[in-house]
């Protein structure tokens, strides 16, 4: 082969090589700007990667995990919950890829900026339950870090209290503030009686100061005012309907109509009630109360019906009979058996309803279009903290919700005392403890009107 034939061989080669470097480098595109990275870089493997051992830190090999949450809440119409799995991995120097696998299926590569990766999956899909992520760096087989988390419907507490008396004193009110001191997330729904407004032995002076106080909880931390009617006759007199001094559910008769069942009032005489109540909040800047509770739980299916009819969306009325032990045996009085009677089901883990035209305790269509609560906690009056605790434990276990859940607690402002308020701060301070604020579980205080967009009418 002579030396003129190498020549041509050379040139044919260069000319090769220049036209692969074309094709590879278009115009305007140095290799510099080429991502020849990926080119490197193989695809996500369908394959999982080995978790990492239980001693291996991926802090110790240099990464750092930014973002990623414990608890997953599954969103509603009242909770945002969480839809997206986003959080971010700072890599050591030399790591060009990170990839994600989801409960082992198919991975997925993160966005990388720099020496930062992203992970933004849409997970509203992902069901209830535990969770796992793994990450491996570089298509390695071992993974540098495992990420446990649930995802859970949230588990809602709704605390209320009962203005069963016209007044509440000084000290009571101080207790309510500290309770919202002590715990920032509380919200409460002030069951508050219109009685206390028309009460002769309550001056004008001092039902403003209530007013002006319960007015502040709303304002100041987000409370809501709902109402609560216990047949008092100052409050029945003021209107169209005769007051009854029986039945009552506390003795033979009652001539103040504090004690009277309430659904002893057919439901045209508790509609003229709702209005008169009504008017009476808006007389004092209370605003237009949507939610109730029937003084002893003494409401009825035509109870319901007068306050479906008055705007009313919900009813706290149910109430967990087996937890007022207290009033089992005391003397001439039927409250217990009552209860006992009348909301035979309601136990505590008993969840809201729509209740149905025939039967109160079942939510057979037709049905009456007011969310039923349960007070499946009852009031401090007759559970301890530990039994508050107890029932909150039986609504959540501390695991994923599979599904919406709901605690109800409270007191009565009247009685409000240093022992009730220190049974239900140790109950709240329990709870507190898995706020999904703070990523430590799936737990939400809630209002009573809140519930409704989380229970919906199953008539709509």
Request: charged letters at 20%; aromatic letters at 10%; a negative charge.
């Amino acid at each position: 082969m002579n030396h003129s034939s190498v020549t041509a061989m050379g040139i044919r080669r260069h000319l090769v090589l220049a036209a692969a470097l074309v094709l590879a480098f278009p115009a305007g595109c140095s290799s510099s700007d080429a991502p020849a990275q990926q080119q490197l870089d193989p695809g996500v493997s369908a394959t999982a990667p080995e978790e990492p051992g239980k001693d291996d830190s991926y802090t110790a090999k240099g990464y750092a995990i930014e973002g990623v949450r414990a608890w997953s809440i599954v969103g509603n119409d009242l909770t945002q919950g969480h839809a997206v799995l986003d959080f971010t991995v700072t890599a050591p120097d030399g790591i060009r890829y990170v990839d994600m696998w989801l409960d082992g299926a198919k991975g997925t590569r993160l966005e990388r900026d720099g020496q930062k990766f992203r992970a933004a999956m849409p997970i509203s899909s992902l069901p209830p339950g535990a969770h796992t992520v793994l990450l491996a760096a570089n298509g390695r087989k071992t993974a540098f870090a495992k990420l446990d988390f649930q995802r859970s419907h949230p588990v809602y507490v709704f605390v209320s209290n009962d203005w069963d008396d016209p007044d509440n004193g000084d000290d009571k009110l101080v207790r309510q503030e500290q309770l919202h001191g002590n715990h920032a997330e509380l919200k409460i729904t002030h069951f508050v009686g219109p009685y206390t407004f028309t009460d002769p032995e309550v001056t004008t002076e001092r039902a403003e100061v209530l007013a002006t106080w319960v007015r502040g909880m709303r304002d100041t931390y987000g409370d809501e005012i709902g109402l609560h009617i216990h047949p008092w006759c100052s409050f029945v007199d003021t209107t169209s309907v005769k007051c009854r001094t029986t039945p009552s559910f506390a003795k033979a008769d009652d001539a103040t109509g504090y004690t009277i069942v309430l659904s002893s009032y057919p439901r045209e005489e508790m509609s003229t009630l709702l209005v008169r109540a009504k008017e009476i909040f808006e007389q004092h800047g209370l605003g237009v109360p949507t939610t109730f509770r029937a003084g002893g739980w003494t409401a009825e299916t035509h109870t319901l019906q007068a306050l479906v009819e008055n705007g009313f969306v919900a009813d706290a009325s149910p109430a967990n009979w087996s937890r007022m032990e207290e009033w089992k045996d005391y003397p001439g009085a039927a409250l217990y058996d009552w209860n006992k009677e009348h909301w035979i089901t309601i136990n505590d883990t008993s969840q809201p309803w729509y209740p149905s035209e025939a039967d109160i305790l079942e939510s057979a269509i037709p049905v009456v279009p007011i969310l039923e609560v349960p007070d499946n906690g009852l009031l401090v009056d007759y559970v301890t903290a530990q039994e508050m605790i107890e029932v909150f434990g039986k609504n959540w276990d501390g695991a994923a919700a599979q599904t919406p859940s709901m605690v109800s607690i409270g007191y009565h402002p009247p009685n409000f005392s240093d022992q009730y308020f220190k049974r239900i701060d140790t109950a709240l301070s329990h709870i507190d403890q898995f706020l999904a604020s703070k990523d430590a579980g799936p737990v939400y205080y809630v209002r009573l009107s809140d519930l409704p967009k989380v229970w919906k009418n199953p008539a709509n």
